[in-house]
């Protein structure tokens, strides 16, 4: 089995953090492929910025689907992730549903804890997007500045883990998502310290790609994830046009 794990974000140490969870939690015998976006942001923290991350995306899914059984977007408010269910034909996963679908099966609510305030209006909209909100027991943010991206799960581990357990007592959850492609591994490293369920956002997403690869369904020719008509375009990457008008 092969894997694409693309990043929309630009920042490799974010893929190598992204890997470092994936690649234990791949069965014996999957191939796991990553990509880093070739423009963009650091990291995505905004609306508009996941707009952006989410047509980087499906350029990137275009280029390289070819020859893989299934692809994980990963980055956690899943930028781009619908639109590529329409276009591909191989399952796609978005590495925040994935948390959040595992981590229904392990309790009633579950709690997103994350590193940038300026994540939660997003994480909100993904969350009610994928059909959650009943769900929720909260998003926690940290405040303030960080001094590098790709290593704010070491900078702040203390606070999240301080933030975590705040879910567990005030919000009553369940279940803990520490969410944001930068905090991939960092569950496996805290599960100890807090005393529910902590599910590592990019673990959930390979185990669920491989599981939707070996169930082999089809690709969808009715209802709303259908291929689109095609249509003409004008300025596209060649790859992604063909996804239009084959």
């Not at 899914?61 to 269910?85: C, Q, T, V």
């Not at 520490?178 to 490293?189: I, R, S, V, Y």
């Amino acid at each position: 089995m092969r894997i694409l794990v693309l990043n929309p974000n630009t920042s490799q140490g974010i893929t190598d953090r992204l890997m470092g969870a994936a690649l234990p939690a791949a069965a014996a015998g999957t191939e796991l492929v990553a990509l880093t976006a070739p423009r963009g942001f650091p990291y995505i923290a905004t609306r508009a910025e996941a707009q952006i991350g989410g047509a980087v995306a499906l350029e990137m899914l275009a280029e390289h689907h070819a020859g893989f059984d299934a692809a994980i977007i990963a980055a956690f408010g899943d930028p781009g992730l619908f639109g590529a269910r329409e276009l591909f034909d191989i399952p796609v996963v978005g590495m925040a549903e994935a948390a959040m679908l595992t981590a229904c099966m392990l309790g009633r609510r579950f709690a997103i804890v994350t590193f940038a305030q300026a994540l939660g209006p997003w994480y909100q909209e993904c969350v009610e997007s994928h059909g959650l909100a009943g769900r929720l027991a909260g998003i926690r943010m940290l405040e303030g500045r960080f001094a590098s991206v790709a290593d704010v799960q070491d900078e702040k581990e203390e606070l999240l883990v301080d933030l975590a357990n705040k879910a567990v007592q005030e919000d009553e959850a369940d279940v803990v998502i520490l969410a944001g492609a930068p905090l991939a591994g960092l569950a496996d490293k805290v599960k100890a310290r807090i005393p529910v369920p902590v599910v590592d956002q990019m673990a959930a997403a390979v185990k669920q790609a491989e599981a939707l690869a070996s169930l082999r369904v089809r690709k969808a020719t009715a209802g709303t994830f259908r291929r689109p008509a095609a249509k003409p375009v004008i300025g596209l990457p060649e790859a992604l046009a063909r996804r239009f008008n084959p």
